[in-house]
């Protein structure tokens, strides 16, 4: 059968970003598909050698609008790596607060947006609603809705305000409350269950080999989370990493539903934390001491890696940001061949992938377009049938564990 | 630290120089054709994730060090080979990890490193940018800035 | 001309273009049509095509991989249409001007611009308020 090449993006209605996909299809079936990237490049490791330390992290922040504190979060662990600083308890219990609300907003995002690739927008705009009132807490705490400006080597450099807390304990009751309402909406739809389950799989082979991390990683069940691994702030709190088996792009919007009543939880730890302890929120840290340090965060997408090497100057001498789009992106080689064209966009988007972060892009070669031998009407009369009987046997969903409690 | 740690530097104790150890994270040299036989091992049989590679340029060469990250135990290894300013040039790992594919190709757009071996050795990130021509390389010190005013 | 003033005052089509940004102002720009701003309630509408729109918003630095581009989507957008730079980076580059990769600063040096809306990011109301100012201006 004849190939077509299908170009996708760079500037396309549906992708936020600049990023370009070429994706061969034979009838509706992806054979291939390659990816050019380097639309987003904007040489963060290079300027990031000329800013003092302090500078570093307001520049990593402005690697991703989404993530912008997991990557301070990470630069400042780098930093502190080095001189093994140590942070006073009150600033571990904001930054683990930031963190993880953050962590909130982002999978609201992820799942509005999910919902708007399979033309699901009633998904897209509940989710989204629900997503303002957690950028109303940031703009209160920090006082901008998404660049927090809250990370300073030692500690944070904004104390959290105790009377906000009885403010933002109705929020993350009503967050929690939606989200359970939204997890039985997920495990009720018929119409997300038979977009997205069996949908994109990524075997937990192919997630060891590609060195996929985060949420991406934990659905094909590899057991990774830094916040468990690494410890630092974290050891503070109790909390549960999720992991799921299938590796499908439901069990990706599962995870992400369940991450967020975890989170909740322990955004609950730090407010009942917050007025047991008091005192100092930064340890202040004049001078960093030629070396090598690693520093880490679970960002709402995986792994935040950044090295930071200096040389006893007050500007880093390499500064080495890897997000975790950067690993999981490449996935798309393994989790996209073979299925149905119409799959393939939301297959590309579970990564929740962030060409900010990865600061890449993709392009298309043309080809000779052939008409499609393939009759598209019996192979869409098949694809309802299939669709039919995949609902029709679905059994117990990961999503019940929560309504088991 | 861990018995597959130890084991591990004793293993390759005579292919390992210059072993800093920190809590958490050990930095090691290694010579550029040990690089793959490490690599396998790290990867394989300890079970470790490449977490990135960082490519840094210093006073007498090029330097890569690979981020291997432990998960079960949450310690890195972090082997570092040398090569030199001039046609720099190390073994690729992609045919081992398949997870290593995208950071060389950065190093090779970024720093002009070339890794032998390597599948499809093309630039990631400047590719097709008309401001940055095949051998320009924007991390290195002494720039080749052919296609600038 | 007036006309046609008149017309687009009532019903605003944006085409959101992002060169290089932080993803910051461009989920805020996607904020402002969900329930929290809403403002299909003015007419403001966001479409697929740039053929089909009155104001281009376009975030980020524009680097020199996407300035092409941006060239070619303004030259393909029907005329006049209104160039709105969203954020500090179309203005001045904010935080990356040193960067090597980075050509539109200010966004004027590639395309026409009508008005500029700063901020990292500039709050979804302030967005607004550009584009209601920039109209505004129209006699």
Request: aromatic content about 10%; some cysteine; hydrophobic content about 40%.
């Amino acid at each position: 059968m004849s190939k077509c090449r299908i170009p996708l993006g760079p500037f396309h209605p549906l992708l936020e970003e600049a990023e370009f996909f070429d994706i061969k299809v034979e009838g509706e079936k992806v054979v291939d598909i390659e990816m050019e990237t380097g639309w987003m490049h904007r040489g963060h490791e290079k300027i990031s050698e000329t800013r003092s330390y302090t500078q570093s992290i307001f520049l990593v922040e402005r690697i991703c609008g989404i993530c912008s504190t997991s990557h301070p979060f990470a630069a400042v662990h780098a930093m502190e790596d080095i001189d093994n600083v140590e942070i006073p308890e009150r600033a571990q219990y904001i930054r683990i607060f930031i963190g993880e609300m953050e962590r909130i907003h982002s999978h609201l995002l992820w799942l509005g947006l999910a919902g708007h690739f399979i033309g699901y927008d009633t998904l897209w705009m509940w989710t989204w609603k629900y997503r303002e009132p957690v950028l109303q807490i940031f703009e209160k705490v920090s006082g901008n809705r998404n660049h927090y400006a809250m990370f300073r080597v030692g500690g944070v450099g904004r104390d959290f305000d105790n009377a906000l807390i009885p403010e933002i304990h109705p929020v993350l009751d009503m967050l929690e409350k939606k989200m359970l309402m939204l997890a039985g909406a997920v495990k009720d739809d018929p119409v997300l269950w038979s977009r997205l389950k069996g949908v994109g799989v990524l075997t937990k082979e192919d997630a060891i080999n590609y060195c996929a991390n985060g949420p991406t990683a934990r659905a094909s069940g590899v057991d990774i989370d830094v916040r468990r691994d690494d410890g630092l702030e974290y050891d503070l709190i109790n909390f549960d990493v999720i992991v799921l088996p299938n590796g499908d792009v439901y069990d990706k919007l599962v995870l992400r539903v369940l991450e967020i009543i975890e989170s909740v939880k322990i955004a609950r730890q730090c407010l009942d934390a917050f007025p047991k302890v008091g005192g100092e929120y930064l340890n202040k840290v004049k001078h960093i001491s030629p070396g090598e340090g690693i520093g880490r965060y679970e960002a709402p997408r995986g792994e935040v890696f950044h090295y930071i090497r200096s040389d006893g100057s007050n500007r880093p001498l390499r500064h080495k940001v890897r997000a975790p789009s950067f690993s999981n992106i490449p996935t798309y080689k393994a989790s996209c061949v073979g299925i149905p064209l119409a799959d393939a966009l939301i297959t590309l988007a579970a990564v929740d992938p962030c060409y900010c972060c990865t600061e890449r892009s993709i392009r298309v070669i043309d080809e000779d377009n052939k008409k499609l031998e393939h009759n598209l009407l019996t192979m869409s009369r098949e694809k309802t049938a299939n669709l039919k009987k995949v609902v029709a046997g679905s059994e117990k969903t990961p999503i019940d564990r929560i309504f088991e409690d | 630290m861990s018995d597959k740690s130890t084991e591990f530097f004793e293993k390759f104790q005579d292919k390992i120089a210059k072993i800093i150890k920190k809590p958490k994270r050990i930095y090691f040299n290694i010579k550029n054709e040990d690089l793959r036989e490490i690599s396998d091992y790290l990867f394989n049989t300890m079970g470790c994730r490449l977490s990135i590679c960082t490519a840094t340029e210093v006073y007498d060469g090029l330097e890569v060090l690979y981020h291997f990250s432990d998960d079960t135990t949450g310690i890195y290894y972090n082997p570092r080979v040398k090569t030199g300013l001039e046609n720099p040039e190390i073994n690729s790992i992609t045919p081992l990890i398949e997870g290593a594919n995208w950071i060389e190709r950065e190093m090779y757009d970024l720093f002009g490193i070339k890794f032998k071996g390597h599948p499809d050795l093309k630039k990631l990130l400047t590719i097709n940018n008309p401001h940055f021509s095949e051998d320009d390389h924007p991390m290195r010190f002494n720039r080749n800035r052919t296609k600038e005013k | 001309m007036a006309f046609y003033n008149k017309i687009i005052k009532k019903s605003i089509w944006v085409f959101h273009v992002s060169a290089s940004p932080c993803n910051n102002c461009d989920i805020e720009i996607l904020d402002l049509i969900t329930p929290g701003y809403d403002i299909e309630r003015f007419g403001i509408k966001l479409v697929g095509s740039v053929r089909h729109a009155d104001v281009l918003l376009v975030t980020g630095i524009v680097s020199y991989k996407v300035a092409p581009r941006i060239k070619q989507l303004y030259e393909q957008a029907a005329k006049p249409i209104f160039v709105i730079g969203i954020g500090t980076c179309t203005a001045g580059g904010a935080t990356f001007k040193t960067g090597y990769n980075a050509a539109g600063m200010p966004l004027e040096k590639i395309i026409p611009v009508n008005a500029y809306v700063t901020g990292c990011p500039p709050k979804p109301e302030a967005m607004i308020d550009g584009v209601l100012k920039l109209l505004g201006t129209l006699k």
